[in-house]
């Protein structure tokens, strides 16, 4: 059976397909040709709403069995924000589009900036935090739609959550003092370069993949979710 994964972000998809093995072919958007689809209206106040928002939407277009699911960054000292706008954090901020060097629109401009841009209002909204207040989590609503026979039936879907504890890294330490949205480390996306994990003295942007999916809040969901799964798809 296809499990379809609505995600156009190549980092996630290969995050979901690293760790979720529960005997389904996961195919992605463009796998089935949904990649150039109007995206839904994620206006839900929770992960959990958003990530069903996204499941319902692409399972009914696809015809498919969908996971999606809705993550972010919850800060502590921020009250919780960014929360359900992560992605979208800095979208309108044209002083965080300008820090960066945007030039396009930020529906035009590639991802990695975007990432950026968000990294880069983070870091303002934090200025003068001290390091241990800065504290943080990733956290994730995976939602699947479809298994069941009626796509629209609430009893259609499947649910899990995961949590990662971090805090904020401070401008000061970060590799490039003149870029600090860039953070520390190489491997993931979107906040991890700024992401410090305490207990291995290292941002979740310097863990290797497999070191990071074996911790990270999409991990944890997708593991929770997996038991679920490979009951439906007649597994052991």
Known sequence: MKLLIATGNAHKLDEIRAVLDAGFELVSLKDVGLGDLDEPV??????????E???????????????????????????GAPGVISARYAMDDPKAQQAVGMATSWRDAPRALRDCANNA??????????????????ACSICVVGMLPEVTSADSTLTAEGAFEGRIL????????AKPWLGVGEHGFGYDPLFWLEDVGMTSAELPPEAKNARSHRGLALRALEEQLRGLAGGE
């Open 53 to 79: 928002i996204k499941a319902r939407y692409y399972a009914q277009h696809a015809g498919l069995p969908c996971l999606a699911d809705d993550s972010g960054l919850v800060v502590d000292a921020l009250g």
């Open 121 to 138: 209002k983070l870091l303002r909204a934090l200025e003068g935090v001290p390091a241990e207040q800065r504290t943080a989590r990733f």
């Open 170 to 177: 401070t401008p000061g330490e970060c590799e490039d003092s």
């Open 42 to 51: 994620e206006d839900a106040e929770t992960f959990a709403g958003n990530a």
